[in-house]
């Protein structure tokens, strides 16, 4: 079954630039994370996954990327393609020659390396030199704040500066599908909007986007479809206009009346009514 | 004539700090193993001492055995200890990754008294000479001597530390390396090839333990299974300078060194009570100094936690 056909109901296996399918991941050989996930990402759309913290969503990343493997988790069933070939067993490596670029959570760059260096390693994986070099002047056009502290010891830049940074280390492979994981975390609001830009913009030079985000508001606000995650398993899926309208994730994920509901309030909420049962 | 019976002469001392040197640097050549391998993989190599030990034997084997020219089998053996190093990397480090450091800390400690042993069974027990082209002779400046052995020993390393600055500074396997030491799993997500990094590590390692093996077995050294000990002298050299140093590794083998050296030019004349051989426990002593101040090291970094 096509998960995501709401959008394209003869989505071929070519149009797809991800496409995971019955998804079981283990880890320790004992805790299953996720129980079957299938979900998939047209090409060239931004789709948004949200979720709880303890969802799965980092797990189906970890899963997307290839990092299974050094969390003591690993894929027992279920497969992933990107672009329509199979990945399911392929080193971290080489799905960034297929592609794949991801932003990891609490963004993970190199504080000890300059933020030159951090772009450099990003273009480790390009397919040439040159590529790399032009992708590199691209970035800082991009990027200018980046382009001023680029001889900076990467551990030194503000929050927001870092966020760029790993976007833009990631970008340095030219990928053609990129993840996001929690790119708003802990960012003041006006740089949560500058990082949706960029985000837009990647995505408009032909990116594939998978957006995790717990600030759902603005996840939607960009995306062409989402998904939502819970205890392991996609619970509801459709076109990000139809998910912004349904009440639920209002309540969980918006905060539902007139008073903005923060991510922590829906978090207490969420354990009482769990615990509370 | 002094009251104390002083006859220490600055001919004496320069002699002594220009040997110390030399010293330092051999044990920087092993720490600077230690490091790389540390700070890739985050497991302390103790078979580092095994690669000295066994490139001193290849280079001997090749040189006095085979009589081939002394300066290739220099080479021949540093490249079989790049290979030694990637041989226990493929066929047990990486079996293990993912697995608790302490696990494969336990695991080279193992390397270390297979290779001992080997290395015995093989070439005997008994020390023998390298039969260098630099021997006993010395150079005098002025009054003082310096050791042949010694100046290669210094040209030798300052080469091995430039090349080694080139490599990781300038090289994007070198970057790779970096970046993997910073954070594994980021470097991994960028599309850097972990495996390939720690590879380079071990052989680079491994490459930098037979060299300075060589180093320690030239001049007045010998060949022999006490070679693998000494180097494990180089064990408070990492460790003063912090394990993921290599500026640390140099200047801690350096310290280790001279302290070494001057201990055992003055130590009898000042404290005579601390018996012979006291210059051996100097080192260590010095370590838990410099620990005691700094637990990091001279220029170790504090782990930094994420939340």
Do not use: C, K, M, N
């Given at each position: 079954m096509v998960v995501g056909s709401t959008i394209e109901p003869t989505l071929g296996q070519a149009d797809k630039a991800l496409d995971v399918e019955n998804l079981e991941v283990v880890y320790n050989d004992?805790?299953?994370?996720?129980?079957?996930v299938s979900l998939n990402i047209a090409r060239g759309a931004i789709v948004t996954l949200l979720g709880a913290n303890g969802a799965g969503k980092t797990t189906l990343l970890r899963a997307v990327s290839g990092l299974l493997e050094l969390h003591?988790?690993?894929?027992t069933k279920g497969s992933i393609r990107l672009d329509g070939h199979d990945?399911?067993?392929?080193a971290s490596a080489s799905r960034v020659g297929k592609g794949l670029a991801q932003v990891m959570e609490g963004r993970r760059?190199?504080?000890?390396?300059t933020v030159e260096e951090n772009l450099r390693s990003g273009g480790?994986?390009?397919?040439?030199r040159s590529e790399a070099n032009d992708t590199f002047g691209r970035m800082l056009e991009m990027f200018p704040v980046l382009a001023r502290r680029l001889?900076?010891?990467?551990?030194?830049?503000s929050g927001g500066e870092q966020q760029m940074l790993a976007i833009g280390r990631a970008l340095m492979s030219g990928p053609s599908m990129l993840l996001l994981d929690?790119?708003?975390?802990?960012?003041a609001p006006r740089v949560v909007e500058q990082i949706r830009d960029v985000v837009v913009e990647v995505n408009r030079h032909g990116t594939s986007v998978l957006l995790v985000e717990q600030n759902a508001a603005m996840a939607l606000s960009i995306a062409d479809h989402g998904y939502v995650m819970e205890h392991g398993r996609i619970v509801r899926e459709g076109p990000a206009s139809s998910l912004l309208a349904d009440r639920d994730i209002a309540e969980f994920?918006?905060?539902?009346?007139t008073d903005r509901r923060s991510y922590a309030d829906v978090k207490t909420y969420r354990r009482r009514k769990t615990w509370g049962a | 004539m002094s009251s104390s019976g002083w006859n220490l002469t600055g001919d004496a001392l320069a002699e002594t700090l220009f040997s110390g040197v030399a010293v330092g640097c051999k044990y920087a050549l092993v720490a600077l193993g230690f490091v790389i391998v540390f700070k890739a993989t985050k497991v302390l190599n103790f078979a580092q001492a095994s690669f000295v030990l066994v490139g001193g034997f290849l280079c001997w084997q090749m040189?006095?055995?085979?009589?081939?020219n002394f300066y290739v089998a220099l080479l021949a053996a540093m490249v079989g200890g790049a290979v030694l190093g990637m041989v226990v990397e493929q066929l047990l480090m990486r079996r293990l990754l993912?697995?608790?450091?302490f696990a494969l800390i336990m695991l080279t400690v193992g390397v270390l008294y297979v290779l001992d042993n080997v290395t015995t069974a093989i070439w005997g027990p008994e020390d023998r000479g390298l039969?260098?082209?630099?021997?006993s002779r010395t150079v005098d400046l002025g009054a003082v001597n310096l050791a042949v052995a010694d100046l290669w020993t210094i040209g030798v390393t300052s080469a091995a530390l430039l090349a080694f600055y080139l490599f990781f500074g300038h090289s994007s396997l070198g970057l790779a390396m970096r970046a993997t030491a910073d954070d594994q799993e980021a470097a991994l997500a960028v599309g850097i090839d972990a495996r390939t990094v720690h590879r380079v590590s071990w052989a680079v390692a491994g490459a930098l333990g037979a060299l300075a093996g060589i180093m320690l077995a030239s001049g007045a050294g010998s060949v022999g299974p006490g070679l693998g000990l000494i180097a494990l002298v180089a064990f408070p050299a990492m460790i003063l300078g912090g394990l993921e140093s290599p500026l640390g590794a140099v200047v801690g083998g350096l310290v280790i060194g001279m302290a070494q050296q001057l201990t055992a030019l003055l130590q009898p004349e000042?404290?005579?009570?601390?018996?012979?051989?006291f210059e051996r426990v100097a080192p260590y002593a010095i370590m838990v100094a410099i620990l005691l101040v700094r637990p990091y090291g001279l220029f170790g970094e504090r782990e930094v936690r994420r939340i």
């Open positions: 004992v805790v299953l994370v996720l129980r079957g003591r988790a690993d894929a990945v399911t067993r392929l760059i190199f504080t000890s390396l480790i994986a390009a397919a040439s001889h900076d010891v990467a551990g030194y830049l929690e790119p708003s975390l802990g960012l994920y918006l905060g539902g009346g | 040189a006095v055995t085979w009589e081939l993912g697995e608790p450091p039969q260098d082209p630099w021997g000042f404290a005579p009570w601390l018996g012979s051989g």
